[in-house]
C-alpha cells in the first residue's frame, strides 16, 4: 500500500537526521519515542479506532491537562493522516526511485503552512509532555488511571501517556534537557521543510538522499 511505503520512508528519513540524538545516552529515549509514536511507520488503527470517541471518554476519565495533551495528540495525528494521504495519492505511478517519487509528490501537494503547523504540533505536544512531568502526583495518577482506561478502550491512549511522560521525566533531570533537544529537532525539521518546499526537485532529491546515507 503507496501509503505504508510512505510512511516507512519517512520513518527512516527522521532516524537519519536525528542518528545522533537516538545514539546518544542523553536524547535516545526521548527520540525513539519521537520515531515511534509520531514519526513512526506502526499501524495505528487501534489509536484510530480510540480517536473517533476520545474527547467524551477522555475528558471525564483524565485529569484536564492530561485530556488536553490527549486531545492536542488526536488533532495532530488527523493531520498527519490527512498529509500522509495527500501525499501517497500523489506519488507517481510508475517511479521506481522513491526519493524522486517522494519529492515529486511532496511538490505536487504542497501544504507548507500545514508542514509548518504539524512541526509545531509535535513540538508543542513535546513541550507539553515535559510540563506534566513537573506536576506533583501525576505519575501516580497515570498508574492509577490503567483499569478507568482500559475498560473504556483507551488502552492505547494511556500506553502513549504513560511513555511519553516517563520518557520526558528522565530528560528533563538535564539541566534544560527537553528545551535542547526539542530546539535541536525544530532546527533540523523546520531545515527540511524549507529544502523541500523552496529548493528545486534536484536539490530536494540530493538532500535526502545525503540523509538517509548518514543513518547508522
Known amino acids: 500500500m503507496a501509503v505504508e511505503r510512505l510512511k516507512r520512508l ?3 528519513r527522521f532516524a537519519a ?3 545522533d540524538l537516538l545514539a546518544s545516552a542523553a536524547f535516545g529515549a526521548a527520540t525513539r519515542f519521537f520515531l515511534e509514536e509520531l514519526y513512526g511507520a506502526r499501524d495505528y ?3 484510530d479506532g480510540q480517536f473517533a470517541r476520545i474527547a467524551g471518554a477522555v475528558e471525564k476519565l483524565f485529569p484536564k491537562d492530561v485530556a488536553d495533551t490527549a486531545i492536542a495528540l488526536a488533532r495532530l495525528h488527523v493531520l498527519t493522516e490527512s498529509l500522509d494521504h495527500a501525499l501517497a495519492r500523489a506519488l507517481p505511478v510508475n517511479e521506481e526511485d522513491e526519493i ?7 511538490k505536487s501537494v504542497g501544504r507548507r503552512a ?4 504539524q512541526l509545531q504540533a509535535v513540538l508543542d505536544l513535546g513541550g507539553e509532555l515535559a510540563r506534566l512531568t ?3 502526583g501525576l505519575r501516580m495518577m497515570l498508574r492509577v488511571m490503567r483499569k478507568p482506561a482500559a475498560a473504556a478502550g483507551l488502552t492505547a491512549l494511556q500506553r502513549f501517556l504513560e511513555q511519553g511522560f516517563d520518557t520526558f521525566a528522565e ?3 538535564q539541566p534544560q534537557g527537553a528545551e535542547r533537544f526539542l530546539a535541536t529537532v525544530a532546527e533540523r525539521e523546520r531545515q527540511l521543510i524549507q529544502v523541500l518546499s523552496e529548493a528545486d526537485a534536484v536539490a530536494c532529491e540530493t538532500a535526502l538522499r545525503t540523509i538517509l546515507g548518514q543513518a547508522l
Open 45 to 47: 488503527s487501534e489509536r
Open 114 to 117: 500545514d508542514r509548518d503547523r
Open 171 to 173: 530528560v528533563s533531570r
Open 100 to 106: 524522486r517519487a517522494y519529492v515529486r509528490a511532496w
Open 10 to 12: 519517512q520513518s527512516r
Open 17 to 19: 537526521s536525528h542518528a
Open 134 to 136: 513537573r506536576l506533583p
